[in-house]
């Protein structure tokens, strides 16, 4: 075994040429070969790279999807999103919990099945959902439990599973996933017939200047939920000084709620490409990197594949599309499990072998990306935007939506509503209008950009979808009658706690105690005084966190408090005896209790 | 004088050099920004966040972020104050901090800036996480209670030693100060020489049989609280005006 693994390991260096800034892939191809990452796999691969391996095992142990302990066969990994949960994902938890004998994070004794929870998978319109060994399972129902169970034991392979296959590109051969696209609303920019390559052929007849002039006369902003300027971002990055410079994509689609990346990626890919083949012309960068979260591993050979059919239509690769002096690669670099590294910083580290921790800023990354050059990093989204923006052109694409918001915006929508999925819809859209669209007009409270965004009351649904007023990267779960939406806002700070890189102090420590709080008024204990403390507390975190997962992470439980302090409010209670209502008599003497045999004589009337 | 820059620091002109950040700027100013996880002679690491200030009404790290003429921060502000008090709170109840018995008590930053913010009781309640000591070493403890992940034994050991002793491990609530071996401090390569062990702000890295050595009352923050040498620099040359 030893032999083998320093063999392997030597091999798997090899190959990536001992670049330690690629470290992610390594690890992951260690662990593909030998299921887990030992300590003495993590001490061959440091020597290997010639690097201290602390930091080997300090990246090891920062990513959810590589594993320190053996693990089974088949690794269940049981997403635990709130949209999943709404849907059944806790009773179907509980049964894979009863079937297989063991709790999260164990694996069954015959080593054949281990069980995890997954913060958001992205199926949230198809929940419960599980990925198996990279193979997605969606609908699943407590029916199909004990089918999934029996199938693993006996032959520890996902893929039989898989009965039938999604619609469009979910079937191609390089995919063959149950995943549904569910596309309910086709809009003018991204779900509109393309004449394929026009884009980069437009872009490649102007200058550089020019096509970042039209980005800016589109008035494109970054579909990722920030929201800042495309056209101003890629300016930056031209003019930074440096030899190399590289164009990221980020498919780290994370935030619960979102999972529009998915279908993206999975029906428009060479609209993905093309635009940041556009981007890379545009600053003057000749090689970019799609950074895909882990979760969407099924997609990667289909993705590869795609990038090969580009390079042999001349797409990609020296002088491309007949444009001379003009060298455009791209490669997938995979996650593996952290909802940070969406953070463009975190990203970069990660792309760079390194624990998935944002950097400070500055320098910025336009001017010290990775590997230290001049970085661009877009959404998914947004490189879809500019393929049709330099296809149609920027008039055509900025008279659609609002002033501020021009273009359209893609909507991944879940929860309490009769039709969940994908819309394509322009700017400037009202909450209500979007609640019909979508059949969830009793809604109680929509969530509007995920956990990190805001929870909004019925009082705010004429509020309008824009960057101007609800600021979104697409996420909606609709709350329908009967959600409680101080548990759902108890759920999404479990979220954080589990995401956060944990490199500061408020993000790391104040959303635990976020947490403490509200489960203490969820129990039928709190008091008054506890909402000044929560949101306190929360605008500690916020001001005081270094990036904007910290900043975001309260905002569970600070816009439910301003929107729904009704709610709240309800569960409180002035204790009349002075106690501390969290007091609890009986655990605080169940020691003497059991040391003495006997009941305290008071509790004996 | 061309690299110098002069920015305004809670109504106070301030003169910095050109590549200083807020923090230094302050400091050779003898203004204090309370900090922890922030030393001379090592990189900044930001994760402390205490010397989070106001600049352009954005909250910045003032350890990281450089000066620019005409810069306007606002530092001294009873809102930041009170959430540096809570981080200073969050940090005793994440770890178990045992300040009457603890053999850095009087010598201890985190302890001092408890005292100069006036806290004498946490109002969060405590985590009491379940952590190990390690005294596999000969000559150093490493007790993993008292530890707030500051960083700066991480910093030091690489960029001051040479070495990469310590490393941080896992993430979020369940990130932890690690070493470089499969378990031990003794394992590694840690010297009494270097200066990793003299980085650690709180007991979590204590040198053997040297405990107590400071009678009560000569301990560094006995007597002055914690800042008050970098303000006597204002006060000095304030007498010389």
Known sequence: MSDNLKVGIKNICREYGRDRSRLMDILEAVQGQFGWISSEAIDLTARELSMPRAEVEGVVSFYAFLHQQPTGKAIIRMCDGVSCNMNGGHNVADLFKKELGISFGQTTSDGKITLEHTSCLGMCDQGPAAIINGTVITHISTDTVKEIVHTLRETADPRKLVKTFGAGQNADRLIQSMVTNNIRKHGPVIFSVMEPFLALKNALAMNPAEVIRDIKTARLRGRGGAGFPTGMKWDFTREAEGQRRFVLCNADEGEPGTFKDRVLLTECPHMVFEGMTIAGYAIGAEEGIVYLRGEYQYLKNYLENVLAERREAGLLGKNLAGKAGFHFTIRIQMGAGAYVCGEETALINSCEGLRGEPRDRPPFRAQQGYLGAPTVINNVETFCCVTRILEKGAPWFAQIGSQASSGTKLFSVSGDCNRPGIYELPYGITLKDLLVEVGGEDAIGVQVGGPSGQCVSPAGFNRIICYEDLATGGSIIVFGPGRNIIEIAGQFLDFFIEESCGWCVPCRVGNVLLKERVNKILAGKGEPEDLAYLEELGKTVKTMSRCGLGQTSPNPVLTTLQNFRGVYEKGLKKPLDKMQRTFDLDSALQEAVRIQGRQPVHFQD | ?241
């Not at chain 2, 106070?12 to 230094?24: A, M, S, W």
């Open chain 2, 1 to 241: 004088m061309s690299d110098a820059i002069t920015l305004t620091i809670d109504e106070v002109e301030v003169t910095g050099r050109k590549g200083q950040t807020i923090l230094q700027a302050a400091d050779d100013a003898g203004l204090y920004i309370p900090r922890l996880c922030w030393v001379k002679k090592l990189k900044p690491g930001a994760t402390c966040r205490l010397c989070t200030v106001m600049v352009n009404n954005r909250p910045v790290a003032a350890c990281t972020q450089p000066i620019t003429e005409g810069m306007i921060v606002l530092h001294d502000t009873e809102p930041l104050n009170r959430y540096r008090r809570n981080l200073i709170d969050m940090m005793f109840v994440e770890g178990n901090h045992m300040c009457p018995v603890c053999e850095k008590s009087g010598n201890c930053e985190l302890q001092a800036l408890a005292y100069r913010f006036g806290i004498t009781a946490p109002q969060y309640p405590y985590l009491f996480p379940r952590r190990p000591v390690d005294a596999s070493h000969p000559d150093v403890f490493l007790d993993q209670n008292r530890c707030i992940q500051c960083g700066r034994c991480v910093r030091a050991s690489q960029e001051l030693d040479g070495k990469s002793v310590f490393q941080f491990f896992g993430r979020g609530a369940q990130k932890k100060l690690g070493v470089n071996a499969e378990a031990r401090l003794a394992d590694t390569n840690l010297n009494l020489t270097d200066e990793a062990l003299n980085s650690c702000p709180v007991g979590a890295l204590l040198r053997k049989r040297v405990g107590y050595a400071i009678p009560v009352g000569r301990r560094l923050y006995d007597l002055q609280p914690i800042g008050s040498e970098i303000e006597a620099k204002a006060r000095r040359a304030a007498n010389r005006k």
